[in-house]
């Protein structure tokens, strides 16, 4: 009863707002967290200081502080998000070479993009399937709030995106046989389960990273393109898409994740504030046999795809 009241009181009316008023609110809430309400500051803190080992304590406030000020602004644009005409998010996502994305369509290969909650990540999903000639999927974790849940996929599907569960994305393209599609991952989420994850170096510490966008290159085929946000002004992005490979049979076990998470990461070390710093991205336990597990996981990986 509570998220509805919300909803229908309070986000629903200020999504009606135009943009530049909704800023004013977000000015106001960037206020907050700075003085008052300081969210997760202790998450971003660490975050932030195992990340930039060698950065002094100030240059660490002061990241921390843009992160406040640009996620406030991702906050109100996400509630904006909510009432944005497609002709109003085609002014502010420009893809900058989408030559990439149609010439695998017009070869007929389907798409992996792969990407990360850098910049705003809700804008890409919403207007995927008009940027690109492929029919746009998404895969993603239902929010533990339905009635949310249901809102916000709602919008996020409005113009053709298909948001499809995590655990059912097999059954649902394997019912796709027309024309290439293109599936949505964004792969810088905690995985659940550390044994099950790919290890690696990322932001100057062993991470566990979700293995699916290499798995599912694999199993269908998929070629796996890497888009990139740059946040030009307030509610004005571009997007860089870069082709990691279209032929992922020639991609030995682990390449195809080490090149999108690198790609990630200098995005990241070139505009630390843009990524979100509040997720807390590194609480698993690293296993203490990560050497055995690895090979494990390659072993098991070729095994698989007789590589």
Not at 65 to 87: M, P, T, W
Not at 182 to 192: H, I
């Amino acid at each position: 009863m509570g998220s509805k009241l919300g909803y229908y009181l309070f986000v629903r009316p200020l999504s009606m707002l135009p943009l530049s008023v909704l800023y004013v609110f977000s000015d106001l809430f960037y206020l907050l967290t700075i003085s008052v309400f300081p969210y997760r500051k202790k998450v971003i803190s660490e975050n932030l200081k195992r990340s930039f080992p060698k950065l002094s304590e100030k240059k660490i406030k002061a990241i921390r502080r843009q992160f406040y000020r640009h996620f406030a602004d991702i906050l109100v644009e996400g509630i904006a998000n909510l009432h944005l005409s497609k002709k109003q998010l085609e002014k502010r996502v420009r893809v900058l070479n989408p030559e990439v994305m149609d010439a695998l369509f017009n070869e007929g290969k389907s798409v992996v993009l792969v990407g990360g909650h850098f910049n705003n990540w809700e804008w890409v999903i919403s207007s995927q399937n008009f940027l690109f000639k492929h029919q746009a999927f998404g895969i993603g974790m239902p929010m533990s709030n339905k009635f949310w849940d249901a809102k916000v996929n709602a919008k996020r599907q409005r113009f053709g995106m298909n948001v499809i569960h995590a655990g059912n994305f097999k059954e649902a393209l394997a019912e796709e046989k027309g024309s290439p599609i293109a599936v949505l991952t964004l792969s810088d989420q905690a995985p659940g389960d550390a044994r099950k994850s790919y290890w690696m170096e990322f932001l100057n510490q062993q991470t566990p990273v979700l293995f699916g966008t290499e798995m599912m290159a694999h199993d269908y085929n998929f070629a796996v393109v890497f888009f990139s946000l740059k946040k030009i002004k307030r509610g004005s992005y571009t997007m860089e898409l870069k082709l990691i490979t279209e032929n992922p049979k020639e991609m030995k076990w682990g390449e195809i994740t080490e090149a999108h998470v690198h790609l990630l990461e200098k995005e990241i070390n070139e505009n630390p504030p843009y990524w979100l710093w509040s997720h807390k991205r590194w609480k698993r336990e690293i296993p203490k046999n990560l050497i055995e597990l690895k090979k494990e996981q390659h072993a098991k990986f070729n095994s698989r795809f007789g590589y």
